[in-house]
């Protein structure tokens, strides 16, 4: 768990805020740690006190930004006393080092947190105005000869600066690659019973199918339908009736292969994909959950029974082609009497 959670214990993994936050708190820490290291340097190995003033005043304006941040302070005012607190010593420090050991190099910090803290909009302004200016006061030095000076405050500056670009990228990079998984398991999850939802399964049904056809191996789909789901709401509230989805489809995962996919394919239908499934092994499997769902109370006492559609590949079967089948079997289990399986050819009970 991340530190800064006790803080802010409303903000969980699925908060669109937990990004924003997790990134202000390194980038609040990683300048703390630098302006304390910095101005730690220019006092002892560089005996520079003026700089070690304003790398010293930042630190405390930081320090003071995380503590407004720690007890519920606004994200964006703070990103945007952040970035005026790194401008305002940036500029302080080139200006006090003259242009000597490529202090320059320092003001090429500014993008990632400009960018990351205030958004592209405001970060191209706020980095292009920074830079124009930079560029003019080396533009002014060119004619003054300044000595490039390559001791150890140049090396330095190169490695600090430098390295605080490397670590600011990586963490930025994981934190965006976490965003875009989560983002995606979002996209492909029903949100009640998280299972695959319509979107993911029709993909995949559509995958899936050109590979069983390539490999000639058969693939076997089963539509499920709840009986008499409506009476269950009417009769027992909305609430109970999703428990109840939310139960059943732990039976359809307890009751399927790894290999199986099982999703919601919408209301009180769900949808499981066999690969390498006949029609005799779809059959077997639609068997036995009829049987598990139909033997005991699902949630709340209740007991339900499904009616299931089977339709099982052929040479020249499309995702839509199976689909339609299924649910015409399902329709026909559900004229039938319900609580029964429809196949293309039902083995003889
Ligand atoms: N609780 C709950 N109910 C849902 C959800 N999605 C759909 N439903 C309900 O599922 C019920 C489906 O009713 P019908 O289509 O009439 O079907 P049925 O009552 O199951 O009857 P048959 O399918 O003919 O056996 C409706 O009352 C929907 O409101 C859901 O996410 N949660």
Redesign the pocket.
């Known amino acids: 768990m991340k530190y800064w959670r006790k803080h802010h214990p409303d903000i969980g993994v699925d908060d669109p805020r937990y990004h924003q936050v997790s990134l202000m708190y390194s980038v609040l820490i990683i300048m703390l740690l630098y302006f304390g290291l910095i101005a730690l340097l220019n006092v002892t190995l560089f005996d520079d006190a003026d700089i070690a003033l304003y790398d010293f005043l930042g630190f405390v304006m930081v320090a003071c930004v995380y503590s407004y941040v720690r007890y519920g302070g606004n994200f964006r005012v703070a990103g945007w006393a952040v970035i005026a607190t790194l401008i305002f010593v940036l500029l302080a420090f080139i200006h006090l080092a003259e242009g000597r050991n490529y202090s320059l190099l320092w003001v090429t910090i500014l993008p990632p947190f400009a960018f990351f803290l205030l958004g592209p909009r405001a970060g191209i302004w706020v980095t292009g105005l920074v830079f124009t200016y930079s560029a003019w006061f080396l533009y002014q030095l060119l004619d003054q000869q300044v000595s490039a000076n390559l001791g150890l405050g140049a090396f330095l500056n190169f490695v600090e600066v430098g390295t605080a670009q490397i670590f600011l990228f990586r963490y930025y990079e994981r934190s965006r690659i976490k965003a875009y998984d989560q983002l995606r398991q979002t996209s492909i999850t029903d949100p009640?019973t998280g299972v695959y939802n319509r979107l993911h399964l029709d993909n995949t049904l559509k995958n899936l199918l050109t590979r069983a056809n390539v490999s000639e191996q058969p693939l076997s789909v089963l539509l499920l339908?709840?009986?008499?789901?409506?009476?269950i709401?009417d009769s027992h509230g909305?609430l109970v009736?999703?428990d109840v989805?939310v139960a059943l489809t732990k039976v359809l995962q307890n009751g399927t292969r790894d290999l199986d996919l099982v999703g919601r394919w919408g209301?009180?239908e769900f949808l499981l994909i066999c690969p390498d499934a006949d029609a005799k092994v779809a059959y077997q499997v639609a068997k036995r959950l009829l049987e598990q769902v139909r033997s005991q109370p699902l949630a709340h006492g209740i007991s339900i029974t499904v009616s299931i559609g089977i339709a099982t590949s052929t040479t020249n079967s499309t995702a839509e082609s199976m689909l339609q089948v299924a649910d015409q079997y399902m329709y026909e289990a559900?004229a039938a009497g319900?609580n029964r399986i429809g196949a293309d050819q039902l083995p003889a009970e």
């Open positions: 009640l339908d709840v009986d008499y789901f409506k009476r709401n909305h009736g999703d989805l209301g009180e559900k319900r």
